[in-house]
């Protein structure tokens, strides 16, 4: 071969060479971008996927909607309008109306000391007009019409608020309302007043036609025996050889037993009892000392010659210089011989 034939050979096979390196170059490219793509694109899904399948989960767990047809909710309208009309409104406007009055009761008045010193004296004079040895109902409807005659007229100063002929404001006016229709209880016990219940006992009766009741029946517990001679609403005094105090007994009759006991089992020189103080009331009794004195205290005492204390009723100088001190004497005592 010529030289010059190789020489075009040679030629023509850079020229091939430079093509096909070329070619080479551009497809590596192609290439690589195609995959980018292809990555991105199958990213692209999987984050559809996932996004897709989380909205599906949460909406599986989520609150279904109803829906209602225009009757429906036509129904439930009217429904809800007729429960409405049908409401005890008055019912209720009074039912807040007596938590209001029964919240206002729980508050304690305290009326002004002249306010209950009035009040005490207005109750005195009126069981006074009893007479002597009135029985505890007629001492209790006394007391209880006195109440609702004051009471009336009390709230008739209320609703006016410029009384010319009264002697209390309006605001007095308004506290002793509250008192003496709601308090009383407690009233009565600050101003003093003290009426013993009256104990009913129903027992089957098997004694003889026309004999009477004994005054010892009133009393709780079993009868007292006539070697106790028991005397309601008396106070005897005397040295006591038992204190009352921290001494209870269930009844008048076993506070007399213990004073026949100590008086048999009593040392020589030591006070024998005579004299036996019990209190029969649930509320306790008054008694000029210090102390409180509760239910079923029983006071054994002795006294050479026994002498009285307070009989049946307490004395108006007494009670206005212990304005605490009941009308009646609330305790029952007996004096025994050997």
């Known amino acids: ?13 850079k020229l091939w060479g430079g093509v096909g390196a070329g070619f ?12 980018c793509l292809i990555n ?32 429906q909710i036509r129904n439930m309208e009217e429904s809800i309008r007729i429960r409405k009309e049908a409401e005890p409104v008055e019912l209720v406007k009074l039912v807040k109306k007596l938590e209001k009055e029964l919240s206002s009761e729980v508050m304690v008045v305290e ?13 005195i004079h009126r069981l006074k007009t009893l007479g002597a040895n009135p029985n505890i109902t007629e001492q209790r409807e006394v007391v209880e019409s006195w109440r609702l005659e004051k009471l009336n ?8 608020r410029s009384a010319p002929n009264s002697t209390i404001s309006h605001e007095e006016a308004e506290m002793l309302v509250r008192a003496l229709e709601s308090n009383w209880a407690v009233l009565s016990e600050e101003i003093g007043l003290w009426i013993p219940p009256e104990i009913i006992i129903k027992e089957h009766d098997d004694k003889p036609d026309g004999e009477e009741e004994s005054e010892e029946d009133i009393l709780p517990g079993r009868p007292v025996p006539l070697e106790c001679h028991a005397e309601l609403h008396t106070d005897y005094g005397g040295a006591a050889v038992r204190w009352g105090l921290t001494f209870h007994k269930e009844s008048a009759a076993d506070c007399c037993q213990a004073c026949f006991d100590q008086a048999k089992h009593a040392r020589p020189g030591e006070k024998k009892c005579n004299i036996w103080v019990y209190c029969p009331s649930e509320m306790g009794c008054h008694s000029p000392d210090i102390y409180q004195h509760k239910n079923q205290e029983c006071w054994l005492k002795y006294a050479e010659k026994p002498k009285l204390n307070f009989k049946d009723k307490y004395p108006d100088s007494y009670r206005n210089s212990h304005l605490t001190a009941p009308l009646i004497v609330p305790w029952v005592s007996g004096v025994i011989t050997a």
């Open 40 to 71: 991105i694109v199958v990213a692209l899904y999987v984050l559809h996927s996932l996004y897709a399948s989380l909205y599906i989960y949460s909406d599986t767990y989520s609150s279904p909607v109803v829906k209602y047809t225009p009757d």
């Open 1 to 13: 071969m010529a030289r010059g034939e190789w020489g075009n050979q040679g030629r023509e096979r």
């Open 24 to 35: 080479c170059n551009c497809s590596y490219k192609r290439t690589t971008l195609i995959l």
């Open 111 to 123: 009326l002004p000391k002249h306010l209950k010193q009035s009040i005490s004296n207005d109750i």
């Open 153 to 160: 007229e009390t709230k008739k100063l209320t609703y006016e």
